[in-house]
Structures are given as structure tokens and as C-alpha cells.
């Protein structure tokens, strides 16, 4: 068993497990998940600089939300990382399914229809070449 106070343990246990490569992460996002995957996989694996061309004439919502995301992570490479931009590539980009809001939708005869705003987690993990 493991010597220290619970919190101890989980500090030194999140120091070893922490990502180390440079990553950025924007939550409940108002895209869905699924929107949100058809811009992503266009840019997985791909180099940066093609990635933001890709995003910038994208027609869709989410690939605004991505492309400002992207610039993010490339600005936490850049500060934190000491990185190169022209070197890295998008290693990993998910998305999570995050909170609902559910809305009401008036309808015939007094009914309710129900409305659900779906929001996602997007994450983008970068990595140098």
C-alpha cells in the first residue's frame, strides 16, 4: 500500500500519467458529435499547415470551432514546448459527446415536442515529426 495522504497519491499518480505532448481541448462545444468527427477526420494525421488550409475552406460550422482550436494547440507547442510549427502534425483529434440541453418545441393540439441541443468535447493532440 502506498504511503501519503489520498491526494498525495493522486498528485504523484497524475505527474507520471500527465500528457506530455502539446494538446488543446474546448468543451461543450455547440456542434454534435457527429458534425463535429466529419471535419476532424478530414485533418487527422495531417500536418498543420494543410490542416488550417483544410479548415479555412471548409463550408461546415464545426471546422470554425476546430480551426481555432487547432490554433491553440499550435500556440501551446509554440509557448509551452518550445516547439517548431512548421514541424508538427495532429497526432490525435476526438470528439466526446458532452451535455444535452433539451428544449421544448410547441406543436398541434397543446403537445410538446422535445428539442435536444447536443454538445461536444473536442480535443486535438499534436506531435512534432
Known amino acids: 500500500m502506498a504511503k501519503g495522504h489520498r491526494s ?3 498528485r504523484e499518480r497524475n505527474k507520471t500519467q500527465r ?3 502539446p494538446h488543446a481541448k474546448v468543451t461543450y462545444a455547440r456542434v454534435s458529435v457527429q458534425k463535429a468527427c466529419f471535419v ?3 485533418i487527422r494525421g495531417k500536418d498543420v499547415t494543410t490542416a488550417l488550409g483544410i479548415l479555412a ?6 471546422s470554425s470551432v476546430i480551426e481555432k482550436l487547432l490554433k491553440s494547440a499550435i500556440a501551446n507547442a509554440e509557448n ?4 517548431n ?3 508538427l502534425y495532429i497526432a490525435e483529434c476526438y470528439a466526446g459527446q458532452g451535455s444535452i440541453m433539451k428544449r421544448v418545441r410547441p406543436r398541434a393540439q397543446g ?6 441541443k447536443r454538445t461536444s468535447h473536442i480535443t486535438i493532440v499534436l506531435d512534432e515529426k
Open 85 to 87: 510549427p512548421e514541424n
Open 8 to 10: 498525495q497519491i493522486k
Open 57 to 62: 475552406y471548409s463550408p461546415r460550422y464545426a
Open 111 to 116: 403537445r410538446a415536442y422535445r428539442i435536444e
Open 80 to 83: 509551452n514546448h518550445g516547439m
Open 19 to 21: 500528457e506530455t505532448r
Open 40 to 42: 476532424l477526420d478530414a
